[in-house]
């Protein structure tokens, strides 16, 4: 076996999040095995995860668990043994190697379709997701996530998964408890809604904190369906407007903003109207970015990026970075805590960057000030935030 094929399944045994199952079997002719077959799964032992390796031949089974670096050393003793058949299977792919008397490698690849494995033990399983799919669920039928036997529909895993990041996030915000209920949630560019559903059925009925939750979007249809659903479901506090999100007007100042994957500057108008309405906590998963893409191809960017700027998907990244960073620390200076993090596997979503923010001192730290001065300059572009918030950023000595 080549390194890139021996890499390969090595890789894929040691991804924690997506490592289901591998056995080696068959012994390649004129070697000796010391086992007929080896089995290999992860599993939880006190809270730590482990390889567990059972070792099979005609009258014994012996099993193992290994952590830590004995993981890399134990894949690769099995990698060494004389097997002529290795199975791997992960959430995304199953991977078959056959290996010739010569020890060459016949390597397939399938990517998983229909129901994605989990694995036995993986990661998610290990933490207790929020709104449980282990009985049939009214709320997750509703939305077509759960089937009326109780599973979950192959093409709606990821956003159950992503329901239950999301809430873990919302339920990890200690600030949430400060805010005196009912709580008034508005999420803009809400679209098909799982996640308003989501929000609103956990906080009044899975904490049992009032909550009123209005969602927003364009999409006239889809927020008359959505309407109708709320009212199916008797959740009389949950209802949905279309509207741009710049033009919206709450009858009540919300005291959370969701934007979650709203196109492009649709994120800038929902941050910007949750700091003009002054609301307390903000999440917002960006997704496109073209904005600042757009005045990066116009003008001369800094000559010491040409090495990155010269490649069309870096130059991109980029962009992607910078206005992030841009609108983090500008939620900074106008008074925001503000943590970035991935709140979901890259796996599951390559949006899965958050953007968090608790209003919590006053605007115009003079240090955020200082900082975004000097990338603002550095780079010579004017974030979409920064006009959005031209008033809010004049106040505190900022000129867009
Ligand atoms: C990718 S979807 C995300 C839907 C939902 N938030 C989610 O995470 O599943 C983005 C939604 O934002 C809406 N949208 C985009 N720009 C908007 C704007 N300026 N005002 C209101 N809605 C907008 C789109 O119509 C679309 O439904």
């Not at 890399?72 to 008397?101: G, H, M």
């Not at 690849?109 to 669920?137: F, T, W, Y």
């Not at 600042?292 to 010491?304: N, T």
């Not at 900082?371 to 031209?390: C, H, I, M, N, Q």
Request: charged share 25%; net charge neutral; with cysteine.
């Amino acid at each position: 076996m080549k390194d890139d094929e021996r890499r390969l399944i090595k890789d894929a045994i040691l991804d924690e999040d997506g490592f289901v199952k591998a056995t080696f079997s068959g012994q390649r002719r004129g070697y000796e095995l010391p086992w007929r077959r080896v089995a290999v799964r992860p599993v939880l032992i006190k809270h730590v995860r482990h390889l567990q390796v059972s070792y099979l031949d005609d009258k014994q089974d012996i099993t193992k668990n290994y952590h830590g670096s004995q993981v890399d050393e134990k894949t690769d003793e099995l990698l060494a043994l004389p097997f002529s058949q290795i199975n791997v299977l992960t959430t995304e792919r199953e991977i078959q190697v056959q290996i010739s008397r010569k020890g060459v490698a016949r390597v397939h690849q399938r990517r998983v379709v229909g129901d994605i494995p989990e694995p036995s033990l993986s990661h998610d399983r290990e933490k207790p997701r929020l709104i449980s799919a282990d009985a049939p669920d009214p709320f997750l039928m509703a939305l077509e996530i759960q089937t009326p036997d109780g599973r979950i529909r192959a093409n709606k895993r990821r956003k159950y998964l992503q329901i239950n990041e999301f809430l873990r996030l919302v339920a990890d915000t200690a600030a949430l408890e400060e805010i005196a209920p009912p709580v008034h949630i508005v999420d803009c560019g809400c679209g098909s809604a799982d996640l308003t559903f989501a929000v609103y059925h956990y906080l009044n009925h899975i904490v049992e904190r009032p909550s009123t939750v209005v969602g927003i979007d364009v999409k006239a249809d889809l927020m008359t369906k959505k309407n109708a659903l709320a009212q199916e479901l008797g959740w009389h506090k949950l209802r949905f407007q279309v509207s741009r999100i710049i033009d919206f007007e709450p009858e009540v100042i919300p005291d959370m903003v969701m934007a979650l994957h709203a196109c492009d500057t649709a994120t800038d108008e929902a941050l910007a109207q949750a700091v003009r309405w002054g609301a307390r906590l903000i999440f917002s998963a960006p997704c496109c970015h073209h904005h600042l893409q757009a005045q990066m191809a116009d003008q001369p960017m800094p000559q010491v990026f040409q090495p990155v700027l010269r490649h069309g998907i870096l130059k991109e990244r980029l962009g992607d970075v910078l206005t992030d960073s841009f609108r983090a620390q500008i939620l900074r200076i106008v008074g925001y805590s503000t943590d970035v993090m991935e709140f979901i596997a890259p796996e599951h979503t390559d949006k899965n960057l958050m953007i968090r923010a608790v209003k919590q001192a006053p605007p115009g730290d003079p240090q955020m000030i200082a900082e975004y001065r000097s990338l603002v300059d550095f780079w010579g572009v004017t974030p979409y935030l920064a006009t959005l918030l031209k008033k809010q950023l004049t106040a505190v000595g900022v000129e867009g």
